[in-house]
């Protein structure tokens, strides 16, 4: 089985993040109003393509080792989710969004931009990414995961909110989910998670050719979360449909949908505990 934190596969997320960025600009450019709602987000469409384009240039900005001013002073201190919900908002004021062309040419050049970075860079290296708290660090690994992942989900919620397709393939879902699990959930546990007893969790993504066997084990404990190797007893097993798990895991599928759709089973000597496990994060 595939365990390692630390293995995404480069070429097949270089091939995903340009297919994605070619996706997401077409979208954009056919959306007749920019100002309608982007379903899954509290922004119109333009606002979320505006919030793309600066998370790649963010990113960008992080492999090149730039400084760019991402987090409002008043919440350098801040907590993950108040620190990212500011950058988040923040980000509305970097570029221009009324000209979904303009748009699309920018996230376009970006998107170029951060291929080109990825593809020279050392994929274990650790980038300045404060908008994730102070003295945080991403690797670059992590960041082209993360990319895809913004790509993709916000795409979603643009062709949602414009009756449009926009599928998502198992392979995709899991080049997002085998990097950004692992790396993130860490940052993201509630305070309240894990108490009082730890609870251990082994999370396997099943189907698709880039998650054949996928699985890592995650250990909650006081309100943190540790990957551990495989191998350590653990409390439930999920057993997901990546594309599922990956909608479950950015907050735009309820958990118990999941589970009552097949999308996600839960095994294990303590299956019941898998209904405690989505509640124990923030959105990454």
Not at 52 to 69: D, H, K, M, W
Not at 154 to 179: C, E, K, N, Q, V
Request: proline share 6%.
């Amino acid at each position: 089985m595939n365990t390692a934190v630390g293995n995404l596969d480069r070429t097949a997320a270089c091939v995903a993040i340009e297919a994605a960025t070619e996706r997401f600009t077409a979208l954009l450019r056919t959306t007749a109003d920019v100002e309608c709602p982007s379903v899954g987000t509290d922004w119109t469409v333009a606002e979320t393509a505006a919030h793309v384009a600066v998370v790649l240039i963010g990113f960008n900005a992080a492999i090149a080792a730039q400084s760019i001013g991402l987090t409002p002073d008043q919440y350098v201190d801040g907590d993950f989710p108040t620190r990212l919900a500011a950058c988040n908002a923040a980000t509305l004021d970097f570029v221009e969004h009324t000209d979904a062309e303009a748009l699309a040419q920018l996230i376009n050049a970006e998107g170029s931009r951060f291929l080109q970075l990825v593809a020279a860079a050392d994929l274990d290296r650790e980038c300045d990414t404060p908008w994730y708290g102070a003295g945080r660090t991403r690797t670059v690994e992590c960041l082209a995961a993360l990319a895809l992942g913004e790509l993709t989900l916000h795409g979603r919620d643009i062709a949602a909110g414009t009756d449009r397709p926009w599928p998502i393939s198992a392979d995709d879902a899991t080049l997002i989910l085998g990097t950004v699990c692992p790396h993130m959930l860490p940052l993201v546990v509630r305070p309240n998670a894990g108490m009082p007893a730890p609870l251990i969790y082994e999370i396997r993504l099943r189907g698709g050719r880039q998650c054949h066997n996928y699985r890592f084990v995650l250990q909650l404990a006081n309100g943190t979360a540790q990957v551990c190797a495989p191998g350590v007893p653990v409390d439930c097993i999920l057993s997901a449909d990546p594309v599922t798990f990956l909608l479950v895991s950015y907050g735009r599928m309820p958990f118990r949908r999941a589970l009552l759709r097949g999308g996600i089973v839960l095994k294990g000597r303590r299956p019941w505990l898998g209904l405690r496990y989505r509640d124990a994060f923030f959105n990454p």
